[in-house]
């Protein structure tokens, strides 16, 4: 479409440029419209957005997104009352935001326009009435010219509402009793751990816990502040105590620098110094630091020649930095008083640690009670989808630049998330479980948050990140991998997908330990095509094949496939739409023999960006880009997730089958993947068990370890084939033998499988 004076026509280049987040989404300008824009209540055009009125949430979602994050989600429901006219308009106006069901927190506004004076409002909920103060400052209501913008609110759900039940929402000015929006929403929990545990099994795959906090969080908080304490003691004993060096960028933030400072000067461990750098204030924010400067001599200022931005700042103050460790304060932000002891006891506790990064309490300019806890076990590829370590939590060696660099003043957004993926990428680095870091959001104007230009550099930085993962753990050049200590027989059950089938087998061949790995193909009665290719390949003897005539299903081929594997190998279980990387199959043996009890090991199983079951595993993760979902919220399958995590090894209770390493013992005594029960799915499940359980051994999620799965390609097709419906039917929706094939392979149907 094209813009024209009809006010509905809708503008595509025009609606592009104007909303960054339509770039960052990927999806057509005009389908975002109709899908997000619309509920949002953005104009089509300029014509339109000339004469429209504002949404009420224009800056976007009810829950923002951590510091860095990539883009933020949109709100599930439109508002239910549209913001005011111009500000020449001299009336009450306000609006309500819902959410979404999992997200228990109304935002809303309420102003007079032309009285920049806060309002009162009621909001009621069924036969409840609460009193609110809308005075918090939004963006997008200046950029809506409702006065100066200090007129919204967020109030925090009690626990009474969230039930999965219908309310109905009124909100009124309490002065004059207008009714100014209403709206109906239903709140759900979807938290289920009871215990610290569970709360760090979760951490993993959903970093952020909104409030109203259960009891159940509240233990879980209470075991943390329990965390903290035994770190401050440890640092407490130290018999030569480091220094840190706290890093504070300044710009105009003359009305809450004090604050920031104060935290800092409050630390219950007192070996720092704070250097404050100045970017060339206009405020008198300048002169103030050089107030605070003269009652503390751990208080260093400095000034940059010329407003330069925050990495500027920062990276002076880092060629300043005498501190053994460097920690991070920005000017709207703050730490409780054993924050710097907790991360001094960590370091000491971890020589091997080149970072550390910690939880963090976030709240809305300025309210009392926070309205989330933001804390992630570290998972790699969680990360490197979507951010959810702040600068303001994360300590790290001052060494560790020389190997990574300090900030990069090229770019204008994420700097600090680019900086933590640069560290993680080439360090070890440990989460520690402990809520000492406060975020404000809104607290301060001129935030880098708030400002929505180069959204962009995003996937400037997660391409840069990408590169420096493919240099270290695919092995290139001079760091090539260690050569494999045992021959691994990799078995691939194929149907079909002939494309993916030959880009498989290409990856295998490609791995540099080649000649200690025996490739096995068992194919399920693909189309000729797919048969000769292979036949080809097996004639020439780069794979060993078994052709069968008809569709035995996954488990059948793969037992087909260990029956004449060398017994003195190990055994990769291989989809035939599944990539490994350079390095997969020696990360996955290396762990096998170095990790005590190890039966099993699983790798990254990365699936493409889009692929529409990447929630269901990682709810936190931006379903737009690719991620591991071998950790996953749908399996439940984290095992005695560590108190403090590297990232590197994770204990799971299962994980599927699409490629796992199976250590030979496992499979000595010739109970192989149970067939007669799980001729499909069920039988990777039954075999943790058995490892699990009647073995006594573990099974271990290997970081280091990535294969990329394009997942279920020949179920789709086996699936689209009319003529092998039965096929389908048989065994992805029975997991069953037909009568016949149960009789000729000497299986029976157990009772229960009905």
């Known amino acids: 479409m094209s813009s024209s004076n009809n006010s509905d026509a809708f503008d595509a280049s025009w609606y592009a440029r104007q909303y960054p987040d339509v770039k960052l989404s990927g999806m057509d300008p005009a389908l975002h419209y109709e899908r997000i824009g619309k509920l949002l209540g953005r104009p089509p055009n300029p014509a339109s957005a000339r004469q429209a009125p504002v949404s009420e949430n224009p800056a976007g979602p009810a829950t923002p997104p951590p510091a860095s994050a990539a883009t933020p989600p949109a709100s599930a429901r439109p508002p239910s009352q549209a913001a005011p006219r111009p500000a020449s308009h001299k009336a009450i106006r306000g609006g309500l935001n819902l959410g979404k069901p999992d997200s228990p927190m109304v935002r809303g506004w309420l102003a007079k326009i032309g009285d920049d004076s806060p309002r009162l409002a009621l909001l009621k909920i069924g036969s409840s009435v609460f009193k609110i ?31 999965g039940k219908e309310h109905s929402l009124t909100l009124e000015d309490s002065e004059t009793g207008k009714v100014v929006a209403t709206g109906k929403a239903a709140w759900i929990s979807t938290r289920t751990y009871n215990d610290f545990k569970g709360y760090l099994a979760e951490s993993f ?120 460790y460097i920690a991070y304060l920005d000017s709207d932000n703050t730490w409780q008083p054993g924050y710097l002891g907790a991360m001094a006891g960590a370091f000491a506790r971890f020589a091997d640690a080149s970072a550390l990064y910690s939880g963090q309490l976030l709240y809305r300019g300025n309210a009392e009670h926070p309205f989330a806890v933001r804390f992630g076990s570290l998972n790699r590829s969680l990360l490197l989808n979507r951010n959810y370590i702040d600068l303001n939590a994360f300590c790290h060696t001052r060494d560790v630049l020389e190997i990574t660099g300090a900030f990069d003043e090229s770019l204008q957004r994420y700097v600090d998330y680019d900086l933590i993926l640069r560290i993680i990428d080439n360090c070890t680095v440990r989460s520690v479980p402990v809520l000492l870091s406060n975020y404000f959001y809104d607290k301060a104007e001129n935030t880098i948050t708030n400002d929505a230009r180069h ?98 299903g996954f488990t059948y081929a793969v037992n087909q496939g260990i029956a004449i594997s060398d017994p003195q190998s190990d055994v990769i279980l291989l989809n035939n739409d599944a990539i490994v990387s350079r390095t997969a199959v020696a990360a996955m043996q ?165």
């Not at 692929?611 to 095992?639: F, G, L, M, R």
């Open 455 to 552: 959204l962009d550099q995003i996937h400037e930085i997660r391409r840069r990140s990408i590169g420096r993962i493919a240099a270290r753990i695919d092995g290139k050049p001079p760091q090539e991998p260690a050569p494999l200590t045992r021959r691994v027989s990799i078995i691939i059950p194929s149907y079909q997908a002939p494309e993916d089938i030959r880009e498989c087998i290409q990856a295998v061949k490609a791995l540099p330990s080649n000649e200690s790995i025996d490739l096995i193909v068992v194919d399920n009665a693909s189309d000729r095509n797919v048969v000769d290719y292979l036949s080809e390949l097996a004639e020439r003897g780069a794979i060993k094949l078994i052709a069968n005539k008809r569709n035995f």
């Open 133 to 163: 103060e809308c005075k918090n400052y939004r963006k997008d209501l200046v950029q809506a010219k409702i006065n100066k913008g200090h007129h919204a609110f967020d109030f925090m759900l009690p626990l009474e509402f969230i039930d």
């Open 590 to 754: 290396h762990a096998a023999y170095q990790l005590e009890q190890c039966g099993l090991v699983v790798p990254q199983q990365v699936l493409p960006g889009k692929t529409k079951t990447i929630q269901d595993h990682v709810p936190y993760a931006n379903p737009e880009h690719d991620c591991d979902v071998n950790i996953s919220s749908h399996h439940a399958n984290i095992v005695n997730p560590p108190l403090f995590h590297d990232g590197k090894f994770l204990e799971l209770s299962f994980a599927p089958f699409f490629c796992v390493y199976i250590k030979r013992e496992m499979l000595d005594d010739g109970l192989w993947l149970d067939a007669e029960f799980g001729r499909h799915y069920r039988s990777d499940r039954i075999f943790c068990d058995y490892v699990r359980h009647i073995r006594n051994r573990k099974i271990f999620h290997v970081a280091d370890a990535i294969v990329y799965h394009k997942l279920q390609k020949s179920t789709d097709l086996l699936r689209s084939d009319a003529e092998k419906a039965g096929d389908f039917n048989a065994i992805f929706k029975k997991n069953q033998w037909t009568p016949e094939l149960a009789k000729e392979l000497g299986f029976r149907t157990a009772a229960w499988d009905i």
């Open 205 to 324: 795959v959903n970093p952020t816990a909104l409030a109203p906090f259960r009891e159940e969080d509240k233990r879980c908080f209470a075991a943390m502040e329990c965390v903290a304490r035994s770190l401050q003691q440890a640092a407490s004993r130290l018999p030569e105590p480091p220094l840190f060096t706290v890093v504070m960028p300044v710009y105009n933030r003359i009305a809450c620098v004090d604050t920031a400072v104060a935290s800092v000067r409050s630390q219950s461990y007192p070996h720092f110094e704070l250097l404050l750098v100045d970017d060339c204030s206009t405020d008198g924010s300048f002169e103030r630091l050089e107030e605070l400067a003269k009652e503390d001599s751990r208080l260093r200022v400095f000034r940059t020649p010329c407003n330069s931005g925050a990495s500027a700042a920062r990276n002076l103050a880092l060629r300043n930095a005498q501190g053994k």
